[in-house]
């Protein structure tokens, strides 16, 4: 490596590649160590540590070598999706989005899963009882970040995307977890001081094709050693992080019913429903359920809905309703809700349930100005029909209204979907300002451009800057001037950048 390239770095370039490129998507903190992390260990596991960094080194460059770029458009799409995990896929989290990457056509997968709160010392013992192996990958993550570890004739090589140098090289169990607790995780007390248990969730990653027998240690045996009544509720934190404790690590990391009900017998508690909570936003419906048990209530249920519906998790609503025996929403709640998600099937299926039950759909035209964030167009189409099977065709102005919600949501396929129902004078009665102009993916300004939107001469000059054609110095001035007048109406004045005037009216 010839450069400094720390995670901050990588974000900049990152985000400097996508937006060379015009994909509409930017990467940051939240997430990015696990993205960064999980194609590490994809490359890894094949023996292309170097392609790694060789690829990290030409996405600095912006203009990668002709015969690397299909690599680098891979690699860019890969560490995206392990980061994006939910656009692509409702069944899949953080926790799991490995199993999005491939190596020869198949999905990696965890062989082991195993989240704790406890102490450096139990946290050693732990790491030598795993005993990882030369042919595996070990992925750790405590609540707000996630590295990767190879087992080396050195002892423990660490992968932090915050080191600017790569990877380090620890001898044993004592100097690694010394490592994860003060410089890569930075654990700490309540009082924020470094003392204090360490919660963090390990998963172990093979190569698929790699069929070798390997029995790994019994995750609730771990827990028989390691727990008792006094510690079993602990809390961790990190600095910049959350608090979380084991059986909230362990429902986000493990779907697993008999691990979670062997917690609970233990003593574990689930506080204001923390652990439900993140058991729902990692899809983990088996370790729900035992979380849930016997409780009827209500207003928990009503809320584990909301959240599921909101995430688009089909398996967690369905082990809801088993549970419920009913969905205890109004409809116009749980459509909304679903329509947020984006998840057009598990709409179809809220949708059909207050159908079959008689309940009545209502406020389905607030449904689909929700669900156009989301990008799904099949959950905007089964609206829509619905909406105009009840109260007619939606009018010119609601195309309008959508059509205008979608540029400035940056969901391309929605624009296409509206626009071509919005009457030519309405559509040149459009406004953009430069800097929405700016951050609108480059298919929308195009398909506005195609349908006659008219643009200013500044907005013009940024896209064509997306599309990579110099500029004069009077243009670029022109630009920065105009940037800077609709920063002070946008975020001073709070006015939007995205409208259309209103309708001539028609003379009398």
Partial sequence: ???????????????????????????????????????????????????FWELIEQIVSLKPKANMEAEINQFVYDVVLALHI????????????MQALTINNKSMYSSFDFAITTSTHHWQKILKEIDLRPNEMMKISSTNHSIAIKKTEKGYRVFDPNYSKGVREFADEIALVHELYYNVFNFRNRFYLPVGPMGMSVSIIRHPEDMSPR????????????????????????????????????????????????????????????????????NNHKSLRALIGNNKDTVMFQTFFMFAL??????????????????????????????????SHLLAKVIDYYERTHAGLSQLDFAISAAIPSGSVESVKLLVSKYEQA?????????????????????????????KNVPPKRLKQIHISTRSAEHTHLFITEELEKHHVPMTNNA?????????????????????????????????LQQDGVYANAPTPKKP
């Fill in 1 to 51: 490596m010839t450069q400094d390239l720390d995670q901050a770095t990588v974000i900049d370039y990152l985000n400097q590649y996508l937006k060379w490129h015009n994909m509409p998507i930017e990467v940051n903190r939240d997430g990015i160590c696990n993205g960064i992390a999980t194609v590490y260990i994809q490359y890894a596991l094949q023996g292309k540590e170097k392609k």
């Fill in 86 to 97: 939910e656009h692509f896929g409702y069944k899949l989290s953080q926790s799991t989005s």
């Fill in 215 to 282: 029995v790994y240690p019994e995750v609730t045996k771990l827990y028989d050693k390691y727990l008792s009544q006094q510690n079993i509720n602990d809390e961790s934190y990190v600095w910049f992080g959350n608090s979380t404790n084991t059986l909230q690590k362990a429902a986000a990391s493990i779907n697993d019913e008999g691990v979670i009900n062997h917690l609970l017998a233990k003593g574990a508690k689930d506080n204001n429903w923390k652990a439900a909570a993140v058991a729902i936003a990692n």
């Fill in 310 to 343: 909101e995430e688009g998790r089909e398996e967690i609503v369905d082990t809801l309703y088993d549970l419920k025996k009913a969905l205890p929403l109004y409809s116009s709640q749980a459509i909304v809700a679903a329509a947020k998600g984006g998840n």
């Fill in 391 to 419: 109260s007619g065709a939606l009018t010119a102005e609601q195309h309008l209204n959508y059509l205008l919600k979608a540029i400035r949501c940056n969901q391309p396929y929605m624009v296409s979907y509206f626009i």
């Fill in 460 to 492: 013009k000059a940024v896209i064509a800057q997306k599309r990579h054609i110099p500029l004069d110095y009077m243009s670029q001035l022109g630009i920065y001037l105009a940037k800077f007048t609709d920063f002070i109406r946008e975020v001073i």
